[in-house]
C-alpha cells in the first residue's frame, strides 16, 4: 500500500470516536451561520483534545487517553441511503487529486526506474469519507450517539423555554418508535446545555444572569456559556484571521454527510439565496415543520435516476462531477469564521474540553461501571469481569464451527437488553476510550457467545474489533490475530452480505498488515475484496494492491504494472476518468521500451481516450500518436481503429485553435536523409526522330563512378575556358541534391526555373494513407535587384504566390507498408533566400477500401477521387543532418555535424537555358562505322546564350566536322549515295596510284597543347539568343571495341551578360551506343630492297595491310567492300598499290581476309612540313570509282581523334627521356632509324539486308605504325594473362641497366642492298674460274655520321653456314673501313669468285656500324634482308 500521513497507531483511534449529538434552537443557528457555518461545523476544527485525558476503569485503575477526538454532528432522522453514500464516496474520490507539483518517488528496481506517486490521498481521503459515513447498525455501538448537545441562544426570549423543547425534542427522536434512526448508545443519554452569546449584539448581563439560572437548574456540569461573534461581519476585510475550517469544508464541502444538515440540496432552487444565506455546501437553512431538524429525508437523498447504473457513461458521474465544480465556484469566495476573532477560538477550544472533562468521559466512565456491574450480576459471579476474564478463557475450549457449517442466521436479532449485547457495549465503549486490553476482553467473550447462538453478524463484528484491539494493546501482548480478520471478512461478504462492513474490515486488516511489512499478504487480502458490484471500490483497493507489489523487499514490479492497469480499468468504468489516465499513465512506464507492443498499444490507446475524455488533448494527441509511429504488431483493422481514432482526436484539437500553428504529424513516416531535391525542368520525352539529351533527371540512380566523372569533364572544360587553370572558387555544377553529394554551400537555382523536392514516404501501418492537398512549406526572403535584403519576410505557403508558386497534390496514396515518393514543385518568380522548411497535407485514411494481400487496391479505389473518411491538416519537418565532421582533432575526438543546405537555395538572376535534341541518333553502330547525325541546339530561356562547348572523354567518337567543313559544299554523288563522306568521282581505268591531298590538324581542333577532348560548337555567329535553335551536323563513329558503350557528353555554355554567382552552365548527356564486330586490319612496313625510287632517293618502303572480315553477320551485313586505303604522315605517302590481283573492286564475305601490299615514298621536301606547321599529307589509293578525300570532314577528323588519343595512351619508350638526361643521344639516334610516323585510314563500305531492304553502311579503320616491322593494329588487342608463376625470393640486385639499343633498332641503322645478275652464264671448261661483279649499296638511315666497316670474309661457325653459301669466296679487299653521311648513299664494287655451277647466296658480307662520336661498335644484323640468290650456269 501507500504511505499514508497517519500512522494506523492514528488512524483506527481516529475512525471510531465519541458521538456527539447537537440539537440547536432558530436563533442559536442563525447566530453559527453569520459565519457561514453550521453548529456542528463551528466546532470542527477543535473537537481533538490538546491535553491528555484521566479517567478510571471498572478497577479503579487510572487509565490515560491521549489525542481524543469527539464527532459532534447534527441529529439526522433518516437513515443515508447507499447510493448518496456512493455518490458521496465517488465525489471524494474524484475531488483529490495528485498535488501539481508533487515530486515522485524514483523506484529503482532491477533495470526499472520508475516515477511512483508515493502517496495517494485520493484513497485517504475515501478510507477516511467511508468511515465517517457508515451508516449506524444495531449489531456495533461504535457510532451510536453517546450524548447531546442542546443548544440555545442568549437572545432569545425564554432560553431555559427553549432548552425545554429542545430536550422534550431529544427525548422524543430517541424514545419514540416512529423514530428508528439515529441509534443511541444508552437509554439515559447525556444531555448538555449550551447558551451560545453573540458578543457583538447581545446583551451580556442577561447571558450571564441566564447562564447563572441554567446552572442552578442543570448544575454546573451539565451546563456552558460560549461567547461567540466578537467581531462584526463588515470588518472582515480589514484584518486576516486564520481559517481553520476551510481543510474540512473543503475537503468535504458536498460529501460529508454533516453538511447536508440543514435542508435537501437544491442548489438550482434555493428560495433564499439572495439574502446570503447559500451556506458554503450550498444548502437551504430553511426550517421545515416548525422544527429544525424533524427531516423528512436524509439529505444525501439522490434522484432516482442518478442511481440508475453504474456504467461508464451513467448519468450520475458526469453530474457528479458537473455539480461539483459548480459548487466549487461558487464557494471559492466565502471567508468562514468572518465574525471570530482568535479569542473565539480559544472559547471553541475551551468549550470542547470542558465538555469532554466534566460532560463526556464522566458519563462514559460511569456507563462502563454499570454495564460491568450489570454483568457481574447477571452472570451471578462474584469478583469483577476483569478478575474472572482469565477463567473464561482458559478453560476448556469448544471447537469453533467453521463458517461454512454454521447455517446462516446472521437474522438473528437480540433484544437491546440481552446480556450478549451488554458485553459488546461494554467493549465498544472501552474501545472508545482507548482502553484495549478491556476491549479485547469483551470482545472476546462476545465473540464466543455470538458464535455460540450461530449470529454470524455480531459474531463477525466482535472477531473484527477484537483482532483490532489485540493489534492496538499497548506493549503488545499478543501477536496480531489475523485469521480473526479473515473470518470476519468472509462472513460479512459471504453469509451476511455486507460489503460494506466486509470493506471496512479490509481496509483496517490492509492498514495492519502493512505496517507490519506484510505487503504479499495485504495485496492478497485487497484483490480479494474487488469484485463487480463496486467499480470505485475494486480501483482504489487494486491500485493498493499494486502500491503493496512495489513496496515489497524486492519489488514485483510487473505486478505493479499490471495491477495498476486493472485499477485502471475500474476507475475507467467508475466514471474517474483523471484516476484511471494516471494509472494507466504509471504502468506505461514499466511496459515502456520492453517490447511489449500490444500492451503498449493497450496502454497507449486507453491513455488517448481518457485524455480525450478529460480534454487533455495534447495528451490525447501523443499517446494515439506513439501507437501509430511505433512498428505495430497489430493487424490491420485494430490499426485502422487506432487511425480513425487518432483523426478523430487531431481534429477535435485543430478545431479548438484553427488560427493557431499546424500541428506536426505523425504519418506517414519520412526519410529526410533520402530527400532530393532537383533544379530544373523535367525532361522532355523523345518526340520521333527527336532525342532529348538525358541530362540530369530524379529518375536516375546515383552513381559516384559516373558523378566524379562529370566533374573531371567540367573541370577540364572550366580549365580550357580559364587558359589551362582551374579558378580556385570553381564548384562542380550540382542540379540534383542527395545524401552523396556536397551539400555544405547554398544551392543556387535560377528564378523562373523550377525547384523539385523529392520526398520519401513510408507508410508503416496495413491501412493505406491518403494524403491529399500535399505540398511544401517553405520560406522566402526576397532581395531587391540592387542586392539589400528586404526587412519583410514572406512566410509559409499562404505567402505570396506572385514570389513562389508551389505545386499541390490533390491526392496522393500510399498503400499498407509501401514506401514511396513525391515530387512537389516549387516555381520561384523572384529572387532572394528559399528555405524549404517541410511538407503540409492532409491525413486520411480510405473508407471501405483495403489493400489485399498487396496486390493493390480492391476495384473502385483508385477510380477519381477517394472517399476519404477524416481527414486532419498537419505538416511534418524535413530536417536533415549533415555529414559528421572528422578533419580536426576536436571534431574526431566529439560528435559534430556539418550543414546540410540543400533545402536552402539562393535564387539568383536569370540565366540561360539550353537544349540539346539528337536527331537521328544511332544506337547500334559496327565498329568503325560513320554515321551522319544532326544535332539541335535550342535556347529556352530568356537570356542570349555563348561560349558553347562540348567536352568528352571520348573525343574520337563524334565530330562536328572541322574548319573546311563548311567552306566545301557537298558532291551531288555524296549527297545522292547519302554518304557521310565528301566524295570525288573517278576515271574508273586510273591505275591504282595515289591521289595526294594535304591538311593540317590544327584545322581539325588538334593543335598543339590543345585538348582535343574539348570541343567548340561551332554556332553561327557563337551567340544563341532566346527562343532560337540551330541545327548542326554530328558524324558518328562506332568504337573500335564491340561491345556497350556509355559515351557521355557534357555541353558547357555561359550567358552573354556575366553573372557574379553562377559563371556557367552545363547540360549532360549519355548516349548508349552498341557496337558489333567489322573488320580487323593489321598493317606491318619494312624496308624496300629497291634502292632508289622514280626521283633516285633512297628510303622506299612497303607496307602490308591484312584486312579480314570477323563479323559473324549478326547486324544482317552481307559483305564489306574496301573502297580506299589511305596514308596519312607527316613525312611518308602511299606512292601506289603493288596488289598482283587484278580484281579491283575488294570483297569480303564473312570470315574472308584479303591482303594488301602499297609501296610508300617520303614526300618531297616541299611537301615534308616543319614539326610545328602539323601538316600531314594525305594519300588515297582507290578500289572504287569515286574517290572519298580523306584530308577532309569527317574522314580527317576521326583520323585525328584516334591520333590524339593514340598519343595520349602511354608509350613503351618514353622511359627512355626520363631515365638520364645525360642519356646518349646515340641510342635516340639509332632507334630513330627504325621509328616509321606513317597512318594508314581504310575506309569501307558494308552491305547490310534489314527488313528486305539494302542498307550502305560505311566506315573508316585507322592503324598508326610506329615501327619498321612491327605488326600494328586496328582494334587494340586483347592481352593473355601471363600464367601464375612460383613465387621467387631474391635480393634485389642493382638493376640500372647500361641502356643498349635492341638488335631490331640497330639492324635498321644502315641499309644495304646488293646488285648483281639474277644469273650469270660462264664457260668453265674455258676458264675455270668465274667472276662475277657485284655491286654493295650502303644506306645511312640516320640523321648522324656513321662508321661502317664492311667484312667479307666467311664466317665458319656452323656447318649449315657452309652449306648455304656454297664455295665461293669475294676477291680483292677482305675488309672495308667508310664513313657515311646523314642520309648518304655509297655504293662498294666487289667482286665474287665461284669454281663450279649451281645456286648460291651473295648475302654474306657483314656490316658493322657506329655511330662516328661513339667507341662502341654496334654490328647490324643481316638475317632480317632478303637472301641475295645468283644462279651460274656453264655454257
Not at 465473540?447 to 493489534?471: R, T
Not at 530524379?698 to 569533364?713: K, V
Not at 598519343?1207 to 630513330?1232: G, Y
Amino acid at each position: 500500500m501507500a504511505q499514508c500521513v497517519q500512522s494506523v497507531q492514528e488512524l483506527i483511534p481516529d475512525s471510531f470516536v465519541p458521538c456527539v449529538a447537537a440539537l440547536c434552537s432558530d436563533e442559536a443557528e442563525r447566530l453559527t451561520r453569520l459565519n457561514h457555518l453550521s453548529f456542528a461545523e463551528l466546532l470542527k476544527p477543535f473537537s481533538r483534545l490538546t491535553s491528555e485525558v484521566h479517567m478510571r476503569d471498572p478497577n479503579n485503575q487510572l487509565h490515560i487517553i491521549k489525542n481524543l477526538k469527539i464527532a459532534v454532528s447534527n441529529i439526522i432522522t433518516q437513515p443515508p441511503q447507499p447510493g448518496a453514500i456512493r455518490k458521496l464516496l465517488n465525489d471524494v474520490v474524484s475531488g483529490s487529486q495528485p498535488a501539481e507539483g508533487l515530486v515522485a518517488n524514483v523506484i529503482t528496481a532491477g533495470d526499472y526506474d520508475l516515477n511512483i506517486s508515493a502517496t495517494t490521498p485520493w484513497f485517504e481521503s475515501y478510507r477516511e469519507t467511508f468511515l465517517q459515513s457508515m451508516p449506524a447498525s444495531d449489531h456495533e455501538f461504535l457510532n451510536h450517539y453517546l450524548a447531546c448537545m442542546l443548544v440555545a441562544s442568549s437572545s432569545e426570549a425564554e432560553p431555559v423555554e427553549q432548552f425545554s423543547k429542545l430536550s422534550q425534542e431529544q427525548h422524543r427522536i430517541q424514545h419514540n418508535s416512529d423514530y428508528s434512526y439515529p441509534k443511541w448508545f444508552i437509554p439515559n443519554t447525556l444531555k448538555y446545555y449550551v447558551l451560545l452569546h453573540d458578543v457583538s449584539a447581545g446583551d451580556e448581563q442577561r447571558a450571564e444572569s441566564i447562564y447563572e439560572e441554567m446552572k442552578q437548574k442543570y448544575g454546573t456540569q451539565g451546563c456552558y456559556l460560549l461567547k461567540i461573534n466578537s467581531r462584526t461581519s463588515n470588518r472582515a476585510s480589514d484584518e486576516q484571521i486564520p481559517d481553520p475550517w476551510s481543510q474540512y469544508l473543503q475537503k468535504n464541502s458536498i460529501q460529508n454527510q454533516e453538511s447536508y444538515e440543514d435542508g435537501p440540496c437544491t442548489i438550482t432552487s434555493n428560495k433564499n439565496s439572495d439574502s446570503n444565506l447559500l451556506s458554503l455546501d450550498g444548502l437551504d437553512n430553511e426550517v421545515k415543520d416548525g422544527l429544525p431538524n424533524n427531516f423528512r429525508a436524509h439529505p444525501l437523498q439522490l434522484d432516482s435516476s442518478s442511481d440508475a447504473s453504474n456504467s461508464i457513461d451513467g448519468p450520475d458521474h458526469v453530474k457528479s462531477a458537473s455539480s461539483l465544480h459548480e459548487t466549487k465556484k461558487a464557494n471559492t469566495g466565502i471567508i468562514h469564521g468572518a465574525c471570530l476573532t482568535l479569542t473565539d477560538h480559544d472559547r471553541i477550544r475551551q468549550f470542547i474540553q470542558e465538555f469532554t472533562f466534566r460532560g463526556l468521559l464522566p458519563h462514559i466512565e460511569k456507563t462502563i461501571r454499570q454495564l460491568n456491574d450489570q454483568l457481574i450480576s447477571r452472570k451471578g459471579l462474584s469478583r469483577s469481569l476483569f478478575s474472572a476474564t482469565k477463567k473464561w478463557f482458559s478453560g476448556s475450549k469448544v471447537p469453533e464451527k467453521s463458517i461454512n457449517e454454521l447455517k446462516n442466521t446472521s437474522g438473528l436479532l437480540y433484544p437491546p437488553e440481552a446480556p450478549e449485547l451488554q458485553i459488546r457495549k461494554m467493549a465498544d465503549l472501552c474501545f472508545l476510550v482507548q482502553h484495549y486490553d478491556l476491549a479485547y476482553s469483551c470482545y472476546h467473550t462476545a465473540k464466543k457467545d455470538f458464535l455460540n447462538d450461530q449470529a454470524m453478524l455480531y459474531a463477525a463484528g466482535a472477531l473484527e474489533m477484537a483482532a483490532v484491539s489485540a493489534f492496538l494493546q499497548p506493549g503488545a501482548p499478543r501477536p496480531y490475530p489475523a485469521h480473526y480478520m479473515d473470518t470476519a471478512i468472509q462472513t460479512y461478504r459471504d453469509i451476511c452480505k455486507n460489503m460494506v462492513l466486509a470493506e471496512r474490515c479490509v481496509l483496517l486488516s490492509a492498514e495492519i498488515l502493512k505496517s507490519q511489512s506484510k505487503y504479499s499478504e495485504a495485496a492478497a487480502l485487497l484483490i480479494r475484496l474487488t469484485s463487480e458490484d463496486s467499480d470505485l471500490r475494486s480501483a482504489l483497493l487494486l491500485e493498493q494492491a499494486a502500491h503493496c507489489f512495489i513496496n515489497m523487499k524486492s519489488p514485483m514490479v510487473r505486478k505493479y504494472a499490471f495491477h495498476m492497469i486493472l485499477a485502471g480499468h475500474r476507475f475507467s468504468k467508475a466514471g474517474q476518468k483523471k484516476h484511471a489516465l494516471r494509472c494507466y499513465c504509471q504502468a506505461m512506464q514499466v511496459y515502456k521500451g520492453k517490447g511489449w507492443s500490444l500492451a503498449e498499444d493497450h496502454i497507449n490507446f486507453t491513455i488517448g481516450r481518457q485524455s480525450y475524455t478529460l480534454r487533455q488533448l495534447d495528451n490525447a494527441v501523443s499517446a494515439f500518436r506513439h501507437i501509430l509511429i511505433n512498428e505495430s504488431k497489430q493487424s490491420a483493422a485494430q490499426q485502422g481503429a487506432f487511425l480513425r481514432e487518432y483523426l478523430y482526436v487531431y481534429k477535435n484539437v485543430s478545431q479548438l485553435s484553427p488560427d493557431g500553428p499546424l500541428p506536426q504529424l505523425p504519418l506517414p513516416y519520412i526519410n529526410s536523409s533520402a530527400t532530393r531535391v532537383f533544379f530544373g525542368h523535367d525532361r522532355r520525352p523523345a518526340d520521333g526522330e527527336k532525342q532529348a539529351a538525358t541530362h540530369v533527371s530524379l529518375d536516375q540512380e546515383y552513381d559516384s563512378e559516373s558523378s566524379q566523372q562529370w566533374r573531371e569533364l567540367e573541370e577540364q572544360v572550366v580549365a580550357v575556358v580559364n587558359r589551362g587553370v582551374v579558378p580556385s572558387n570553381f564548384y562542380p555544377t550540382q542540379y540534383c541534391l542527395n545524401s552523396y553529394s556536397d551539400n555544405s554551400r547554398f544551392p543556387l537555382a535560377v528564378v523562373e526555373e523550377p525547384i523539385t523536392v523529392e520526398v520519401a514516404f513510408r507508410n508503416p501501418l496495413k491501412v493505406p494513407l491518403l494524403l491529399t492537398d500535399l505540398s511544401l512549406l517553405w520560406k522566402f526572403q526576397p532581395k531587391d535587384t540592387s542586392g539589400k535584403d528586404n526587412e519583410e519576410v514572406k512566410e509559409l505557403v499562404t505567402g505570396e504566390p506572385k514570389m513562389i508558386g508551389t505545386e499541390v497534390i490533390s491526392e496522393f496514396l500510399i498503400n499498407s507498408e509501401e514506401s514511396k515518393v513525391a515530387r512537389l514543385k516549387l516555381f520561384p518568380h523572384h529572387i532572394g533566400e528559399l528555405h524549404i522548411l517541410g511538407v503540409v497535407y492532409n491525413l486520411g485514411t480510405i473508407q471501405g477500401c483495403m489493400t489485399v494481400d498487396g496486390i493493390g487496391s480492391l476495384p473502385g479505389c483508385h477510380t477519381g477521387k477517394h472517399s476519404l473518411s477524416m481527414s486532419v491538416r498537419g505538416r511534418q519537418d524535413l530536417e536533415i543532418q549533415g555529414p559528421r565532421l572528422n578533419n580536426t582533432k576536436e571534431e574526431k575526438t566529439s560528435i559534430k555535424y556539418g550543414p546540410d543546405r540543400r533545402l536552402d537555395p539562393i535564387i539568383t538572376e536569370e540565366m540561360p537555358l539550353l537544349e540539346v535534341f539528337f536527331i537521328h541518333f544511332p544506337t547500334g553502330l559496327l565498329c568503325g562505322e560513320i554515321r551522319k547525325a544532326y544535332v539541335e541546339f535550342v535556347n529556352v530561356s530568356k537570356s542570349p546564350l555563348t561560349g558553347l562547348k562540348v567536352v568528352s572523354k571520348r573525343p574520337e567518337f563524334f565530330t562536328f566536322g572541322g574548319n573546311t567543313a563548311v567552306l566545301t559544299p557537298l558532291s551531288p554523288s555524296a549527297s545522292e549515295n547519302c554518304s557521310a563522306y565528301k566524295t570525288v568521282a573517278t576515271d574508273s581505268t586510273a591505275v591504282c596510284t595515289a591521289l595526294i591531298s594535304s591538311a593540317s590538324s590544327v584545322d581539325f581542333g588538334i593543335g598543339i597543347g590543345s585538348q582535343p577532348e574539348v570541343i567548340p560548337v561551332p554556332l553561327p555567329d557563337t551567340v544563341l539568343l532566346p527562343g532560337a535553335s540551330v541545327q548542326l551536323p554530328m558524324w558518328l563513329r562506332g568504337p573500335d571495341e564491340e561491345g556497350v558503350h556509355e559515351i557521355n557528353f557534357l555541353f558547357y555554355y555561359e550567358s552573354v551578360k556575366k553573372q557574379p554567382k553562377i559563371r556557367h552552365r552545363i547540360l549532360r548527356h549519355t548516349a548508349v551506343i552498341c557496337t558489333s564486330r567489322s573488320l580487323n586490319v593489321r598493317a606491318t612496313v619494312c624496308r624496300s630492297n629497291s634502292l632508289e625510287d622514280e626521283e633516285g632517293r633512297g628510303g622506299n618502303m612497303l607496307v602490308f595491310v591484312d584486312v579480314e572480315n570477323t563479323n559473324t553477320s549478326e547486324a544482317g551485313v552481307k559483305e564489306f567492300h574496301i573502297v580506299q586505303v589511305s596514308s596519312s604522315s607527316k613525312h611518308w605517302k602511299f606512292q601506289k598499290s603493288v596488289n598482283l590481283s587484278e580484281n579491283k573492286d575488294a570483297k569480303l564475305a564473312s570470315r574472308e581476309k584479303g591482303k594488301f601490299c602499297f609501296k610508300a615514298i617520303r614526300c618531297k621536301e616541299k611537301e615534308v612540313a616543319t614539326q610545328s606547321s602539323e601538316k600531314y599529307t594525305f594519300a588515297d589509293i582507290i578500289f572504287g570509282n569515286e574517290q572519298i578525300i580523306s584530308s577532309a570532314s569527317p574522314c580527317a577528323d576521326f583520323f585525328y581523334r584516334s591520333l590524339s588519343s593514340e598519343l595520349k595512351k602511354p608509350q613503351a619508350q618514353p622511359s627512355v627521356h626520363t631515365e638520364k638526361q645525360s642519356l646518349e643521344d646515340a641510342v635516340r639516334l639509332i632507334q630513330k632509324c627504325s621509328e616509321v610516323d606513317l597512318n594508314i585510314v581504310v575506309l569501307w563500305k558494308a552491305y547490310v539486308v534489314e527488313d528486305s531492304k539494302q542498307l550502305i553502311l560505311e566506315g573508316q579503320h585507322h592503324v598508326i605504325l610506329h615501327t619498321i616491322g612491327k605488326e600494328a593494329f586496328s582494334c587494340p588487342q586483347k592481352q593473355e594473362p601471363p600464367e601464375m608463376e612460383l613465387l621467387k625470393f631474391f635480393r634485389p640486385e642493382n638493376t640500372t641497366v647500361p641502356l643498349r639499343p635492341s638488335v631490331e633498332q640497330l639492324s635498321n641503322l644502315i641499309k644495304t642492298s646488293l646488285h648483281y645478275p639474277e644469273s650469270f652464264n660462264h664457260p668453265f671448261h674455258q676458264k675455270s674460274l668465274c667472276l662475277v661483279p657485284v655491286t654493295l649499296l650502303l644506306s645511312n638511315c640516320s640523321k648522324a655520321d656513321v662508321d661502317v666497316i664492311v667484312d667479307l670474309r666467311h664466317k665458319t661457325t656452323s656447318p649449315e653456314a657452309l652449306e648455304i653459301h656454297g664455295s665461293f669466296t669475294w676477291l680483292g679487299q677482305t675488309q672495308y673501313k667508310l664513313q657515311l653521311k646523314s642520309q648518304e648513299i655509297h655504293s662498294l664494287q666487289l667482286k665474287a669468285c665461284f669454281v663450279h655451277t649451281g645456286v648460291y647466296n651473295l648475302g654474306t658480307p657483314r656490316v658493322f656500324a657506329k655511330l662516328s662520336d661513339q667507341v662502341t661498335v654496334f654490328e647490324t644484323s643481316q638475317q632480317n634482308s632478303m637472301p641475295a640468290l645468283i644462279i651460274i650456269n656453264n655454257v
